[in-house]
């Protein structure tokens, strides 16, 4: 039976992961997404258009089946948004699946994640308002409406139930309220719309795999956002490591096959949270300039810094990652010299052991190797040998370090500006 290939990123997010997921879903017969929701975000270049997606697996642009696990959260209003640019766009629909265990994102979801935002005050997390991590909340309360109570009968009660109790704390902050009837109409109209592409995803998905399909997992945010491993309580409210593919899709642990650790020869961070190697400087700005680096969903500048490789060790270890893709190499080669931390001193002691602990992040002090830069132009080099020395050196190095083989090098923006190794 063929194995499932799991896309994760490394760090922060906006590694990169799109270009990889792109090229392994034009080989797959479908694409699975297990986590998050439209937090993430990631653009996709078919026919001749670019589409900026959030929700809907990507691979389905690359003319795979693509199914929204059970594990992610499901804003209504936004998937039926992007269905709709597809068709607009001749993009076949019908490929769309949506596991009838993925809980739904509801008014009052965005609604708590921006009040809850303000009452933690200078204790901002920097979450996207997208309502993802109330939504968690409501699934781990029991209390969430799945989506086969969405398009059921009993959506109707579960809704007034939750809106009362939600009511009753937006009143409490002095916020207004929800009207009841005014969700329920516009949202079982969602219901109705979106009903058909439900279907039971876990018994799919072994099912078709049975019959020899192929499988990929496009991962959602990346490890150092991890509920459970990232830099808490700086994180999103899944499990986008390797441990959330079996919850969020009902696969196993030994239907696993390729996990592709996503990395960028820097670093970067939306949001609030230590981060040991950003760097608050003009090399921080140069590097934000050079590599675009702006939120695919928020648009907000995002923090910069350099590639470190105690944090992705770490990624390694929770992941059991097996294959690194390093994007951005042309980017990071624009600089003169290029910084790479090997270490945390943290009193007085340098460890290559990462922690998520935010107090001891903050006291680390990155310990750095320096490269040189000035890489010259890899726009079109699509080889390793055809990299100048000074490139591959520095690849090396991090796969020396890590002990983990590169099989991806992004040199560019374009899906063909890849080195395959
Ligand atoms: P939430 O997922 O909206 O609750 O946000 C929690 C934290 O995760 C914030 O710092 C967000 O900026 C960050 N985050 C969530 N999704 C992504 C993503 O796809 N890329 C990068 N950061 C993300």
């Known amino acids: 039976m063929k194995k499932v290939d ?82 607009d766009n001749g993009i076949d629909t019908n490929k769309l699946k949506i596991s009838d265990h993925a809980h739904v994102i509801l008014p009052y979801h965005i609604m708590m994640d921006k009040l809850l935002e303000e009452i933690r005050k200078s204790n901002k997390i920097g979450t996207t308002a997208r309502g993802i991590g109330p939504c968690y909340c409501d699934k781990y309360e029991r209390c969430g409406i799945r989506f086969v109570d969405f398009v059921g009968d009993n ?29 329920y109409n516009e949202y079982k109209e969602y219901a109705r719309l979106l009903k058909p592409y439900m279907i039971d995803s876990v018994n799919y998905l072994h099912n078709e795999i049975e019959n020899g399909k192929k499988v990929i997992c496009e991962g959602a945010q990346a490890t150092l956002l991890d509920i459970d491993f990232g830099t808490y309580p700086y994180v999103t409210s899944s499990n986008p490591t390797v441990s959330g593919f079996c919850a969020g899709s009902g696969l196993n642990v030994h239907q696993i096959g390729k996990v ?128 100048p020395v000074k490139a591959q050196k ?6 020396t370090y890590t002990g983990v083989r590169v099989s991806y090098i992004g040199v560019g923006p374009d899906r063909k500006q890849t080195i395959k190794l």
């Open 6 to 87: 799991v896309v994760i990123g490394t760090f922060f997010g906006d590694e990169g992961k799109g270009k990889i997921i792109d090229f392994l879903a034009s080989k797959a017969d479908i694409s699975i997404r297990c986590t998050g929701g439209n937090n993430a975000g990631h653009t996709v270049e078919a026919m001749g258009k670019k589409f900026a997606m959030h929700l809907i697996p990507s691979g389905l642009l690359n003319n795979a089946i693509g199914v929204i696990g059970n594990g992610v959260v499901i804003d209504p209003r936004v998937l039926l948004e992007e269905i709709k640019l597809l068709k």
């Open 155 to 183: 959506f109707k009660e579960l809704l007034k139930i939750n809106i009362e109790k939600k009511n009753a704390f937006f009143e409490l902050y002095g916020k207004e309220k929800l009207n009841f009837e005014e969700v």
């Open 260 to 387: 592709y650790g996503v990395l960028k020869a820097y670093s970067s961070r939306v949001g609030e949270g230590p981060y040991v190697t950003e760097l608050l400087d003009e090399t921080g700005d140069l590097i934000r300039e050079l590599g675009h680096e702006y939120g695919t969903t928020t648009k907000r500048p995002r923090r910069c810094g350099w590639l470190d490789l105690v944090a992705l060790k770490y990624a390694i270890r929770v992941n059991g990652i097996t294959d690194l893709v390093i994007n951005h190499v042309d980017t990071i080669g624009k600089l003169e010299k290029i910084k790479v931390c090997t270490g945390y001193k943290v009193n007085g002691k340098v460890s290559g052991d990462y922690t998520p602990n935010v107090e001891v992040l903050k006291k680390c002090e990155p310990v750095y190797e320096e490269f040189d830069g000035n890489f010259g132009d890899l726009s079109k080099v699509r080889k390793f040998e055809d990299l």
């Open 394 to 399: 520095y690849i090396n190095f991090i796969s």
